[in-house]
C-alpha cells in the first residue's frame, strides 16, 4: 500500500522561508509522477509543482520563482523548497503521486504565513 507522509509545515512571516518533506513508503511502480498541492480555507485544492514521470518539473504561476520542487529518488523522499512567502500561500500543503495521475495522497501539512 503506498503512503505518503508531509513535514517540515508551521507558522512563517511574509517574505520568509519553508521547506516541505514528503515520504513516500510501499510504491512498486518505477514510472511515477509527484506534486505538490494545497487547500487554503474555502478553496479548491489546487496545484502547485510537481515532477511528472518523464522528469520534467512545472510549477502554478502563483509560485513561479518563488518556489522550487525536487526528488531524492533514493529517500524515496519529495521536497518542496518555498521562498519569499506570502499570507495568500497560507494552505494545508499535499503530496501526491501515481503512475500517471495523482492517485496517492497524504495527510497534509499545515503551512500559515503572517503578515
Known amino acids: 500500500q503506498v503512503q505518503l507522509a508531509e513535514s517540515g509545515g508551521g507558522l512563517v512571516q511574509a517574505g520568509g522561508s519553508l521547506r516541505l518533506s514528503c515520504a513516500v513508503s510501499?510504491?512498486?511502480?518505477?514510472?511515477?509522477?509527484m506534486g505538490w498541492f494545497r487547500q487554503a480555507p474555502g478553496k479548491e485544492r489546487e496545484f502547485v509543482a510537481g515532477?511528472?514521470?518523464?522528469?520534467?518539473?512545472s510549477y502554478a504561476d502563483s509560485v513561479k520563482g518563488r518556489f522550487t520542487v525536487s526528488e531524492d529518488s533514493a529517500k524515496n523522499s519529495l521536497y518542496l523548497q518555498m521562498n519569499s512567502l506570502k499570507p495568500g500561500d497560507t494552505a494545508v500543503y499535499y503530496c501526491?503521486?501515481?503512475?500517471?495521475?495523482?492517485?496517492?495522497w497524504g495527510q497534509g501539512t499545515q503551512v500559515t504565513v503572517s503578515s
Open positions: 501526491a503521486t501515481g503512475p500517471v495521475t495523482y492517485d496517492y
Open positions: 510501499g510504491r512498486t511502480f518505477s514510472r511515477y509522477a
Open positions: 515532477i511528472g514521470w518523464f522528469g520534467g518539473t
